[in-house]
T-cell receptor
Framework: GENVEQHPSTLSVQEGDSAVIKCTYS??????FPWYKQELGKRPQLIID?????GEKKDQRIAVTLNKTAKHFSLHITETQPEDSAVYFC????????????FGQGTELSVKP | DTGVSQNPRHKITKRGQNVTFRCDPI?????LYWYRQTLGQGPEFLTY????????KSRLLSDRFSAERPKGSFSTLEIQRTEQGDSAMYLC????????????FGPGTRLTVL
């Protein structure tokens, strides 16, 4: 079945450093890849997404890259701040399979001041 | 508030009892999804509706689970004869499939089965 693997499970960085989280997906027909940030006890919130016809997308300090051939996509956060500390989830969606999101296992990011 | 809402936010029940959760999606969204999230894991898909039609159910959704979206607006998720393994956060999400964009999540209902 469909599967999304996410690494690392935990990531600790110093404030101002960059953080990179990587995901691989199994369904080659996946065509939409969102990243969600979830703070403790709160709902997942979309921070950036990318579609399969685009290789890279950037929004201020956040960027996502997609390699369709390798079925791999990554989240890059630059100039990290303590408020970036949260759990981040990648997901993949095949629009032709009902649009459900298949999530990775999550990465707990800790940004130390 | 025009976002996705869920009620109750917390539910504590004893094993064997039935529980029902409600989700109110963003009004113009035709698709509604239910996910389950256990501690330290990503959300797992349970089922989804397009308008009032339930179009897919995950194998995670045992016979004890049933979901409805009777008028294509709000949805309910019922768990019968709850088990301790049902303890989790139940998340609802909605989106407009014609736009193909973001799924918006509700705050979730945290279920604890004693």
């Amino acid at each position: 079945g469909e599967n999304v693997e996410q690494h690392p499970s935990t990531l600790s960085v110093q404030e101002g450093d960059s953080a990179v989280i990587k995901c691989t997906y199994s369904d080659s027909a996946s065509n939409y890849f969102p990243w969600y940030k979830q703070e403790l006890g709160k709902r997942p919130q979309l921070i950036i997404d990318i579609r399969s016809n685009v290789g890279e997308k950037k929004d201020q300090r956040i960027a996502v890259t997609l390699n369709k051939t390798a079925k791999h996509f990554s989240l890059h956060i630059t100039e990290t701040q303590p408020e970036d500390s949260a759990v981040y989830f990648c997901a993949a969606r095949n629009y032709n399979q009902g649009g459900k999101l298949i999530f990775g296992q999550g990465t707990e990011l800790s940004v130390k001041p | 508030d025009t976002g996705v809402s869920q009620n109750p936010r917390h539910k504590i029940t004893k094993r064997g009892q039935n529980v029902t959760f409600r989700c109110d999606p963003i009004s113009e969204h035709n698709r509604l999804y239910w996910y389950r999230q256990t501690l330290g894991q990503g959300p797992e898909f349970l089922t989804y509706f397009q308008n009032e039609a339930q179009l897919e159910k995950s194998r995670l959704l045992s016979d004890r689970f049933s979901a409805e979206r009777p008028k294509g607006s709000f949805s309910t998720l019922e768990i019968q004869r709850t088990e301790q393994g049902d303890s989790a956060m139940y998340l609802c999400a909605s989106y407009d499939w014609r736009g193909g964009g973001e799924q918006f999540f509700g705050p979730g209902t945290r279920l604890t089965v004693l």
